[in-house]
C-alpha cells in the first residue's frame, strides 16, 4: 500500500498543533505514567486517521458535494460474494480497533459496555466521512461491526490486563 505525505502535510501540522498546544500542557500535568499512555492514545487515534480519513484538510470542500462513493450497506456481502481479500480485510479492521477498545478502558472511567459504544460511534463516523471526504473509499457497514468486535476484544484485553 502505497501512501502519498504530501497532500497530508496539513493535517501532521494541525495534529502536531492540537497536541503542543492542547494536550501537552494538560497532559503534563498528570504522572510521568499517565503522560505516556495519554500520548499514546494520541498517536493511536493519528494513526487511525492516516489510514482512514487523511488527508482531510484539502478535501473539506468535497463534503459539501454529497457522498462521492458507495456506501454498502449490506453486512458482509464481499464475504457472500467471494469478493476481494474479505478475509483478510475484515482481520484487519478487528486489529485496527483492538488498541481502541484497550486504550480508552487505560485512559478514561468509561465502562465496557460505554467503550464499546465509543468504539461503534467511532467506527461508524469514520465510515459517514470516507465516502465525503474521499473519491476512492467506500463506506461499508462491515466494517462497523468488525471495528466493533475488534473494540470488544481491547476492552477483554484491558480487563486480562488490569487484573494480572
Not at 38 to 61: A, E, G, R
Amino acid at each position: 500500500m502505497y501512501i502519498n505525505i504530501l497532500p497530508m502535510l496539513p493535517d501532521f501540522i494541525a495534529l502536531a498543533c492540537l497536541y503542543y498546544f492542547v494536550f501537552l500542557p494538560r497532559w503534563k500535568q498528570h504522572p510521568k505514567n499517565d503522560f505516556i499512555w495519554f500520548t499514546t492514545f494520541y498517536l493511536y487515534i493519528c494513526t487511525m486517521l492516516i489510514l482512514t480519513l487523511m488527508p482531510i484538510i484539502i478535501h473539506l470542500p468535497n463534503i459539501f458535494s454529497g457522498f462521492s462513493s458507495e456506501i454498502n450497506l449490506h453486512p458482509f456481502i464481499d464475504w457472500q460474494l467471494q469478493r476481494g481479500d474479505y478475509l483478510t480485510e475484515s482481520l484487519l479492521n478487528i486489529s485496527l480497533f483492538i488498541p481502541f477498545g484497550f486504550l480508552i478502558r487505560k485512559n478514561t472511567k468509561l465502562t465496557p459496555i460505554q467503550t464499546i459504544l465509543a468504539g461503534f460511534l467511532f467506527s461508524t463516523c469514520i465510515e459517514i466521512l470516507q465516502p465525503l471526504l474521499s473519491f476512492d473509499r467506500v463506506s461499508d457497514i462491515s466494517d462497523v461491526i468488525t471495528n466493533t468486535i475488534g473494540t470488544c476484544i481491547g476492552v477483554f484485553l484491558y480487563q486480562f490486563y488490569r487484573h494480572e
